[in-house]
């Protein structure tokens, strides 16, 4: 899923919350809400990085093994290329945990 609008309307949050709900490990997805202090600082520390740089290591929040968070990056707070690089490389993968039933 790909959400998209402005910011602060609450797409990482459902997205967050659809995850939780399918994957069933809620402790692990919420640790990468952006908002998290500890992520928001890793996210200004990059953004004072070269482009270059960044480049060579896109920035993502996988804290669950099937549940990827890819925050703008850079200073002008876009998804990057090599960002949906990665997106594209993972996601045609098969889920690395499965849930026994669907409840």
């Not at 797409?11 to 490990?25: M, Y």
């Not at 740089?53 to 804290?63: C, G, I, S």
């Not at 960002?83 to 690395?96: C, F």
């Amino acid at each position: 899923m790909l959400f998209t609008g402005l910011e602060g309307l609450g797409k990482a949050t459902l997205a967050r919350r659809f995850a939780a709900r399918l994957l069933c490990s809620p402790q692990k997805i919420e640790r990468d809400d952006l908002s998290l202090a500890e992520n928001m600082s890793q996210i200004a520390m990059r953004e004072k990085l070269p482009a270059d740089k960044r480049n060579d290591d896109p920035l993502v929040f996988a804290t669950h093994p099937d549940f990827l968070t890819f925050p703008p990056d850079g200073p002008l707070r876009q998804i990057g290329i090599p960002q949906m690089r990665l997106l594209k490389e993972r996601a045609q993968y098969k889920p690395s945990q499965v849930r026994g039933a669907y409840s």
